[in-house]
């Protein structure tokens, strides 16, 4: 069982940025791929961003969020630059254990959330 932990999330105006972070407990951590998706009020979830040995993003993010993981420590990574309020959500890190990812991609593993508020 992998268990997840998002930091980094909070209120901030648009323009701004933030970075959160994703901790896993699975020492095997770098054969797993690693997602980020939100979701907001009364909305579906819908996928951001994942991370394999390769990125992809959602086109409402590309060129504004990135995403990147440090296998040494663990953890996964979305710097959140340029902030709309549209993008206030709780935002999700998910995992699983493949090398390919797609937006499509069903993800095994859930963390609790982190609530990310853009303010105009």
């Known amino acids: 069982q992998v268990q997840l932990v998002e930091s980094g999330g909070g209120l901030v105006q648009a323009g701004g940025s933030l970075r959160l972070s994703c901790a896993a407990s699975?020492?095997?951590?770098?054969?797993?791929?690693m997602g980020w998706f939100r979701q907001a009020p009364g909305k579906e979830r819908e996928f951001v961003a994942a991370i394999s040995y390769y990125t992809v993003y959602a086109d409402s993010v590309k060129g504004r969020f990135t995403i990147s993981r440090d296998n040494a420590k663990n953890t996964v990574y979305l710097q959140m630059d340029s902030l709309k309020p549209e993008d206030t959500a709780v935002y999700y890190c998910a995992a699983r254990r493949t090398t390919v990812v797609i937006a499509t991609t069903k993800f095994d593993y859930w963390g609790q959330g982190t609530q990310v508020t853009v303010s105009s």
């Open positions: 699975e020492r095997t951590f770098s054969t797993y791929a």
